[in-house]
C-alpha cells in the first residue's frame, strides 16, 4: 500500500509538472479537480489508516506529503489569486 500511495503522489506532481493538470481544467473543470483530489486524498487516507496500525515512520512522512498535496489542490482550485475569483 505504500507503493501504492507514493504511485499516486508521484502521477499528481508529474501531471502538474507537465501542465496536464492546467489541460484538464481547460477541458473539465470539475473532473481536474476531483482527479488531483483523488490522487492526494487516497494517499492521506490509506497512509493514517496505515500509520494507526503500524505506527511507521516512513507512513508518517508519505502522510505528510499527501497532506501537503491535498491542502495545495485546495489552494490551487478553491482560493481567488489577487482579485481573481477562484476557479471552482
Known amino acids: 500500500m505504500n507503493l501504492l500511495s507514493v504511485l499516486l503522489l508521484i502521477i499528481f506532481i508529474g501531471l502538474y509538472f507537465t501542465n496536464s493538470i492546467d489541460y484538464l481544467a481547460t477541458i473539465n473543470l470539475w473532473i481536474s479537480f476531483i482527479l488531483c483530489l483523488l490522487l492526494t486524498g487516497i494517499p492521506l487516507i ?10 511507521n515512520f516512513y507512513v ?13 489542490v485546495l489552494f490551487m482550485f478553491l482560493t481567488p489569486e489577487s482579485g481573481i475569483p477562484p476557479i471552482l
Not at 46 to 55: A, G, T
Not at 60 to 72: D, M, P, R, S
Open 46 to 55: 490509506v497512509s493514517v489508516i496505515r500509520f494507526l496500525y503500524l505506527k
Open 60 to 72: 508518517l512522512i508519505i502522510g505528510i506529503i499527501a497532506l501537503l498535496g491535498v491542502l495545495f
